[in-house]
């Protein structure tokens, strides 16, 4: 094969936790009779609360063929590279296994809001119910480096908090906000869906939706934008740039010698799938790859009935931009190369194109 598919999950080949029917046909048709697959196939997914093992482990159980870690990318995945952040002490916010994910990928000292949040239950006064009876003596001073978004939290109110406190103290939280302490920290963010979808008729709040809080709040303390070192997931560069370093290597795993000449995106959002695959096309010109291509479903976020989005400036009756803030408008990166009606047509559309004959 001289293609490779990137494969989004959410809306493409599951609903929440209920498979789309078309997932399992489509896979069939990806592996020989020995459960091999044909072409180089890598999951890209935005969500990271969990190890690349369980979400292979889910993935295999779910499509009946054998998937490996090394074919998983979550969100997180390319925190791998940061290596500068490895051996600081880091504060991590999300939800699953956290110190688990957070060790996996190479971080000594990870602390998460909860283990925060006891060292100083003072900070978290939002809900009544678990405000402390006594006044608790202040602990040893401990300072935290940088913040490490994975994704969206359970209490809201209390990451919201405890994360803010830890950038306007410089890490030392507890102690009274620092007025000149600008730039902050550094913040690596997984994630920036605004939205994703589930089982739901509409989509659900995503860790982007999170991020707009995080955002505004510390804009409307400090009046400065909340700055990110670096943001990762869909449709971030990084993120198409380390899915095409697992294609590839598959495709050397496997003796392939043919070169990989296009990577096929098949995802469910214009906002991140979509986008994503078209911004690094456009980046491509400098990679190994020849060609990202986007291919859409309508088995997910995307509803064939809506418009593409146009900036809030120009129209606020028709349907907003809902990519990341610091990622630019261009109408051009939200139109998909295909539009099809599912994961199963996606992989029928591509062996067509490709003259590919399993």
């Known amino acids: 094969p001289s293609f490779g598919f990137l494969f989004d999950i959410d809306g493409v080949l599951v609903r929440g936790k209920t498979p789309i029917p078309a997932a399992k046909t489509a ?27 369980k979400k292979a ?17 979550m969100s997180h995945s390319p925190l791998q590279m940061f290596k500068h952040y490895h051996e600081k002490c880091v504060l ?33 006064a939002v809900d ?5 009876n006594l006044l608790h003596s202040q602990e040893q001073l401990f300072s935290l480096s940088t913040v490490v978004l994975f994704g969206e939290p359970v209490r809201w109110e209390t990451s919201l908090q405890l994360i803010i406190d830890v950038l306007l103290t410089s890490g030392y939280p507890g102690n009274p ?9 550094p913040v ?20 982007g939706t999170f991020m707009v809080c995080l955002e505004n709040i510390y804009k409307k303390i400090t009046g400065k934008e909340l700055k990110y070192e670096a943001l990762m997931g869909k449709p971030s560069r990084l993120t198409y740039q380390y899915a095409e370093h697992l294609i590839r290597a598959q ?6 010698e043919q070169p990989i000449q296009t990577l096929y995106a098949v995802g469910d959002n214009l906002m991140t799938d979509v986008y994503g695959a078209n911004l690094w096309e456009n980046e491509l010109a400098s990679a190994a790859a020849a060609h990202c291509r986007s291919v859409l479903v309508c088995t997910g976020v995307y509803n064939p009935r809506t418009e593409v989005p146009l900036p809030t400036r120009d129209s606020v009756t ?15 990166l939200v139109e998909p190369d295909h539009i099809v009606p599912d994961v199963d047509a996606a992989v029928d559309l591509v062996f067509q194109l490709e003259n590919f004959a399993p």
């Open 318 to 332: 028709q349907t907003v931009f809902h990519g990341h803030r610091d990622f630019r408008f261009d109408p051009g």
């Open 188 to 207: 690596l963010a997984c994630n920036m869906d605004l939205m994703w979808v589930a089982e739901a008729q509409s989509p659900r709040f995503g860790h």
């Open 177 to 185: 906000y620092e007025k000149e302490n600008y730039p902050h920290i």
């Open 251 to 256: 495709a050397l795993q496997r003796s392939w």
């Open 57 to 73: 482990d889910q993935l295999s159980h779910l499509l009946g063929v054998p998937i490996s870690q090394d074919q998983v990318m």
């Open 92 to 124: 991590v916010s999300g939800q699953g296994p956290l110190l688990d994910i957070a060790q996996d990928l190479g971080f000594c000292q990870p602390i998460t809001i909860d283990t925060l949040r006891e060292k100083r239950p003072l900070l978290d």
């Open 27 to 53: 896979f069939q048709k990806l592996v020989n009779s020995q459960g091999q697959f044909l072409v180089p196939v890598v999951f890209v997914t935005n969500a990271g609360n969990c190890l690349r093992q």
């Open 128 to 132: 009544h119910d678990r405000r402390p």
